[in-house]
Each structure stands twice: as structure tokens, then as C-alpha cells.
């Protein structure tokens, strides 16, 4: 008999799809009711897309593709226009409209943004600035629709299994 082994974060996926298994369901429809839960639930995902841009390590270890573009030209481009060295809030907007297109490019950007900018982060960078308002939300709501959409295939990773608020409020993210 082989034993599977399980990263932590598979093992308490495992774990809390036992806990909410109905066993007068077949296992397809209870990995489709976690499905169902996934696609109801967009303020968790805007929640996890902000804490993904705050905190980009957490995130280091799951592969969402090969970035299709230079993330670090991309990178780049933020930190000057965020820096002040000439360039403007345009030049923000037409990276996030343009480099952000899928969950490959938008990863690649978060997670090497903070190698770029010298360890501050995606989000605290563009929180930071008079512009932010605008320009954060809208990024926000674009990486959230991208975690969500790519968690319907990838369901049993852990951000991908929405948390009650209260679940959210005490870390057990």
C-alpha cells in the first residue's frame, strides 16, 4: 500500500472537503458544490486579490502559468510612475489595462514587483499614491475575476476555497 503525500495546505483541503462531504452525493457533485460556492462568492476572491498584492510570498509556491509579456519592464514602468521620475498616473493605467490581461501575466507582475521596487509591495505601492483609489479598485476587481475564474479549475488549492468572514478576520487564510 503507497501512501500519497500531501503538501500542508493539500492535506487541510482534504481535510475540509471530509468535513463537508454529503454522502448522499457523489463525489462530483460535492467537488461541484465547492465549485458553486467558488463562483458566489466575489468578495472573498476581492479579498484574497488585495491580500495577494499585499503580500506576494504567500502565494510564491503555486505555479498559475508562464507570464506572457516582461514582467519586468512592467514592474519597472509602476515603480517610476509611482516613484515620481516623470511619468504619470497614464502610464500606470495603460500597464494595468494592458499587462494585467490574464492570471499568468497578473502573477508574474505581483510576485516580482516587490524584487523590483526593493521589497514594498504591488498594493502598497499603488495604495500609496493620490491616484490610488481609482487604479487599485480596478485592479483589484481584474485579479479577482482572474483568481476566480482560474480557482474553478484549480479548486482544491487553499485560496481557492472561500472562507467565511470571521475565518478571514482571524488569519485562517
Partial sequence: MSKEKYTAG????????RMMYDSSKTLNENI???????ADNFQYFETVAKSIMNKPDQ????????????VSKACTTIKNAVTGLGTTKEAISYVTENAFKDIQNSMGIIKTYPQISGGESLYQALNNEWFAGDVTNKLTTKVAKQVMEWCRSHSTISICIPKTPEELKYGKY
Avoid at 493539500?10 to 472537503?17: G, Q
Avoid at 461541484?32 to 467558488?38: A, F, G, L, M, V
Avoid at 502565494?59 to 516582461?70: H, L, R, S
Wanted: net charge negative.
Fill in 59 to 70: 502565494i510564491a509556491k503555486i505555479n498559475f502559468g508562464n507570464p506572457t509579456i516582461d
Fill in 32 to 38: 461541484s458544490t465547492i465549485k458553486e460556492q467558488i
Fill in 10 to 17: 493539500e492535506a487541510l483541503n482534504e481535510i475540509r472537503l
